[in-house]
């Protein structure tokens, strides 16, 4: 297997976030020799700083973060590890087989992407809600409102009322036409009275008749 046929690999270290920047500096020159003396090549390095830890890690919440890929003998990456578990400046470090075509980015790329990511979610979340919200205007039909019970009750009383007008004043014309009635009854007996008594008064003044 000659160096150009060499896998693909990328190692992400945690370093003491309080080693300083010379000491820190030291310590990713030894990985670096290490990965050149198994017959490795560097082609990106990227220092991300000192981030906020997942867990506390040998009393430590913080750790300084590099990211370095490389290209290795998968013998040599081996050794390499067994270095990495004695320094005791590394509180944690991950090495992985990355493919052949796989694009290196920064952290600076990455969380632009990420942000980019975010604000397109947003955007189509926002645009689904418009949308259903017009869906929901076009389709909703008009349903009357049911009346509350007191507002049924009026249009009851009303009613009752209108019921009742009519029987008053039928009652009224009945009173009317009893009186128009007992009018000409009056009229007609006294008639008959001033008849009567025209009729005895003609036969008292009629010489003819006797007693």
């Known amino acids: 297997m000659t160096e150009t046929n060499f896998p693909k690999y990328e190692l992400m270290l945690i370093l003491q976030p309080d080693l300083g920047e010379e000491k ?4 990713l020159k030894e ?21 906020d830890l997942a867990y506390t ?6 750790g300084f973060y590099v990211v370095l890929n490389f290209t290795a003998n998968p013998k ?27 694009e290196v980015k920064t952290l600076a790329e990455y969380e632009e992407i990420a942000k980019a990511e975010e ?11 418009e949308k ?20 049924a009750a009026k249009p009851a009383k009303k009613e009752e009322k209108k019921i009742e007008k009519p029987v008053k004043k039928v009652k009224k014309e009945e ?13 007609k007996q006294a008639a008959t009275l001033e008849d009567v008594d025209a009729k005895l008064k003609s036969i008292i003044d009629d010489p003819d008749i006797t007693l």
Request: proline share 3%; charged share 45%.
């Open 24 to 27: 820190t500096a030291t310590v």
């Open 57 to 62: 890690i040998k009393r430590q919440r913080q």
């Open 119 to 129: 604000l397109k979610a947003k955007e189509e979340a926002k645009a689904k809600t």
């Open 175 to 187: 009173e009317i036409e009893e009186k128009v009635e007992e009018k000409p009854a009056k009229k």
């Open 76 to 102: 040599s990456v081996k050794e390499m590890e067994k270095q990495l578990n004695l320094n005791q400046a590394i509180l944690r470090y991950l090495v992985q087989k990355t493919p052949k075509h796989h």
């Open 132 to 151: 259903q919200e017009r869906g929901d205007v076009r389709g909703r039909k008009f349903v009357k409102p049911e009346k509350t019970k007191v507002e």
């Open 31 to 51: 990985v670096k020799e290490l990965i050149l003396e198994g017959e490795g090549k560097i082609s990106h390095e990227d220092l991300w700083g000192i981030r």
